[in-house]
């Protein structure tokens, strides 16, 4: 499986972008798609999760009511549209996919990673 995400860009504090994952090759059913990133200087943090299925999402707190992962009609597409922007959500953003939500929420193992799209965030 290889993952491609797209979206990343400069923009006003306050303002919207929306991220786009793709995956090309099998995705599995009971599967997860994850969305991470990382600042420079810090690790990298979970920021939330969709399952395959379209359902079952989770969010990191602090993106909680702002940021929307959901999953396009085209099936192996999942979005994060990311809302009320902050300069402190400036940051390389992955996504990265796992072949079982289950298995994902025991180990918090992802079998997949994308390259990043950099989101820039200005005050």
């Known amino acids: 499986v290889q993952l491609q995400a797209s979206g990343g860009g400069l923009v006003q504090a306050g303002g919207s972008l929306r991220l786009s994952c793709t995956a090309s090759?099998?995705?599995?059913?009971?599967?997860?798609v994850g969305w991470f990133r990382q600042s420079p200087g810090n690790q990298r943090e979970f920021v939330a999760r969709i399952a395959w299925s379209g359902g079952s999402t989770y969010y990191a707190e602090s993106v909680k009511g702002r940021f929307t992962i959901s999953r396009g009609n085209a099936s192996n597409t999942v979005y994060l549209q990311m809302s009320s922007l902050k300069p402190e959500d400036t940051a390389i953003y992955y996504c990265?996919?796992?072949?079982?939500?289950?298995?994902?929420?025991?180990?918090?193992?992802?079998?997949?990673w994308g390259q990043g799209t950099l989101v820039t965030v200005s005050s």
């Open positions: 090759g099998r995705t599995y059913g009971d599967g997860a």
């Open positions: 990265a996919t796992g072949n079982s939500l289950r298995k994902i929420l025991m180990t918090g193992r992802w079998d997949y």
